[in-house]
Nanobody
């Protein structure tokens, strides 16, 4: 089992930045690729970014490339999502998830956090 707890959400103005964190406990953190997903009101959960277990491979959704950065600190069992130039349509609950592969498919992930709310004011 892997337990995941997100933090760092909040209210930000359009064009602003936030850093989300996801702390993991349970099994060896570096065994798992870590993904970030988001789900806005009335919308399906969508892929944002994923990072491999050793941090060497990252993949981003086209909509966030060059604005968001995913990183991890395996010594701290934590994955981060740095978000720049946030737009109102990106307001959502942001979730981190763990899987043994760097998949972008939400249905493949075995472990999920409870989510953290990001609100972007225009």
């Amino acid at each position: 089992q892997v337990q995941l707890v997100e933090s760092g959400g909040g209210l930000v103005q359009a064009g602003g930045s936030l850093r989300l964190s996801c702390a993991a406990s349970g099994r060896t953190f570096s065994w798992y690729a870590m993904g970030w997903f988001r789900q806005g009101t009335g919308r399906e959960r969508e892929f944002v970014a994923v990072i491999s277990g050793n941090g060497g491979v990252t993949t981003y959704a086209d909509s966030v490339k060059d604005r968001f950065t995913i990183s991890r600190d395996n010594a701290k069992n934590t994955v981060y999502l740095h978000m720049n130039s946030l737009q109102p349509e990106e307001a959502a609950v942001y979730y981190c998830a763990a899987d043994r592969t760097t998949t972008t498919e939400a249905t493949a992930y075995d472990y999920w956090g409870q989510g953290t709310q990001v609100t972007v004011s225009s």
